[in-house]
């Protein structure tokens, strides 16, 4: 497939070398040697997003040969990966230049996400001040609408929220609710600590996932909650595969996939059970809103229903949420 590029378009200046890491030879997040190879993306439509990659870096196939993107899983602590990986600075040029990746970020009605997110709370007991961590929370608004709900229903008096996000917006304070943007999650003062910390839709984006998993559960308090959620596509590319079809995939914006055998297993592989307790681990609530796309919720509750009778075992549940307790 040919491609069109135009590097002057982008005035691209990473050098040809720097576009892409040495290809991992074991598991990039266990360290295990034990992967499965399962693909490759290399034909439409999973070159959509790819080749709006390659334009920014501003590379062509006559340029050089371009690496295959190979896909695995690990058969030790089941992620699933990409295989090789943008190097952080052809990322962030590909993040800075183009909205595709952006728009891969599944946008939840932040009211309705944050009264799912309630849910997991638990009786909690009331308190002066209810913290928020909200990684990757843009704007910061599913925070905004828990704290709201939290301060309504009389738990907390007041609401300090600490968004993690590359764009940051203006600090607000408001109405008992006051919000800080950070770009990077260390540059949250160390002794901060949370009650609850979001994770949602951003890890998969990530880089080195296993180091902020590990920071972000640091940030908690003692019984506070960890929520994340991550897309579970890779048995879909596979299933696709067999049928002779072609499944998108969304790379470079995603890089790892995330689904119930990962999360499942996750506090063993990170050594964190004498800590940490998975509170709830199941498939993601349904993205698409029953008032405004009736069909796609239906089919999406319909493709899932096998995950609600039969858990981590069934694979088309296109997306995985936990929740985890530091004990
Ligand atoms: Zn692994």
């Given at each position: 497939?040919?491609?069109?590029?135009?590097?002057?378009?982008?005035?691209?200046?990473?050098?040809?070398?720097?576009?892409?890491?040495?290809?991992?030879?074991?598991?990039?997040?266990?360290?295990?040697?034990?992967?499965?190879?399962?693909?490759?993306?290399?034909?439409?439509?999973?070159?959509?997003?790819?080749?709006?990659?390659?334009?920014?870096?501003?590379?062509?196939?006559?340029?050089?040969?371009?690496?295959?993107?190979?896909?695995?899983?690990?058969?030790?602590?089941?992620?699933?990966?990409?295989?090789?990986?943008?190097?952080?600075?052809?990322?962030?040029?590909?993040?800075?230049?183009?909205?595709?990746?952006?728009?891969?970020?599944?946008?939840?009605?932040?009211?309705?996400?944050?009264?799912?997110?309630?849910?997991?709370?638990?009786?909690?007991?009331?308190?002066?001040?209810?913290?928020?961590?909200?990684?990757?929370?843009?704007?910061?608004?599913?925070?905004?609408?828990?704290?709201?709900?939290?301060?309504?229903?009389?738990?907390?008096?007041?609401?300090?929220?600490?968004?993690?996000?590359?764009?940051?917006?203006?600090?607000?304070?408001?109405?008992?609710?006051?919000?800080?943007?950070?770009?990077?999650?260390?540059?949250?003062?160390?002794?901060?600590?949370?009650?609850?910390?979001?994770?949602?839709?951003?890890?998969?984006?990530?880089?080195?996932?296993?180091?902020?998993?590990?920071?972000?559960?640091?940030?908690?308090?003692?019984?506070?909650?960890?929520?994340?959620?991550?897309?579970?596509?890779?048995?879909?590319?596979?299933?696709?595969?067999?049928?002779?079809?072609?499944?998108?995939?969304?790379?470079?914006?995603?890089?790892?996939?995330?689904g119930s055998y990962?999360?499942s297993?996750?506090?063993?592989?990170?050594?964190?059970?004498?800590?940490?307790?998975?509170?709830?681990?199941?498939?993601?609530?349904?993205?698409?809103?029953?008032?405004?796309?009736?069909?796609?919720?239906?089919?999406?509750?319909?493709?899932?229903?096998?995950?609600?009778?039969?858990?981590k075992?069934?694979?088309?549940?296109?997306?995985w949420?936990?929740?985890?307790?530091?004990?």
């Open positions: 497939m040919e491609i069109a590029l135009n590097k002057e378009k982008h005035g691209v200046v990473i050098p040809e070398e720097n576009y892409f890491e040495k290809a991992f030879e074991g598991c990039p997040f266990c360290g295990s040697s034990s992967i499965k190879y399962i693909g490759n993306i290399h034909s439409s439509p999973d070159i959509n997003i790819y080749t709006d990659f390659l334009t920014i870096i501003g590379t062509t196939h006559s340029d050089r040969p371009l690496p295959d993107i190979k896909i695995y899983t690990c058969n030790n602590c089941f992620i699933g990966f990409f295989n090789p990986q943008p190097t952080e600075k052809s990322l962030k040029e590909f993040y800075a230049n183009d909205d595709k990746g952006e728009n891969t970020r599944k946008k939840i009605d932040p009211r309705r996400f944050a009264n799912h997110i309630l849910k997991y709370l638990g009786n909690l007991s009331p308190r002066e001040t209810f913290r928020i961590l909200d990684f990757g929370g843009g704007d910061g608004a599913v925070s905004q609408c828990l704290g709201q709900s939290l301060l309504s229903s009389g738990i907390a008096m007041k609401i300090d929220i600490s968004v993690v996000d590359y764009n940051t917006v203006p600090d607000r304070n408001e109405n008992s609710i006051s919000q800080c943007s950070y770009k990077t999650l260390d540059q949250i003062p160390l002794s901060d600590e949370f009650d609850i910390v979001i994770a949602s839709a951003i890890l998969e984006h990530l880089k080195n996932p296993r180091q902020t998993i590990s920071l972000l559960l640091q940030k908690m308090k003692k019984q506070g909650i960890f929520y994340a959620r991550t897309p579970y596509s890779f048995p879909f590319y596979k299933g696709f595969k067999r049928l002779g079809k072609t499944f998108g995939m969304p790379y470079p914006a995603h890089l790892f996939d995330m990962f999360w297993d996750l506090l063993k592989t990170m050594n964190l059970t004498a800590d940490y307790r998975m509170k709830e681990c199941h498939t993601s609530l349904v993205h698409a809103e029953f008032r405004e796309r009736p069909l796609l919720n239906i089919l999406s509750h319909f493709v899932k229903l096998p995950s609600y009778l039969v858990g075992y069934y694979p088309f549940s296109g997306g949420e936990v929740v985890i307790e530091q004990i």
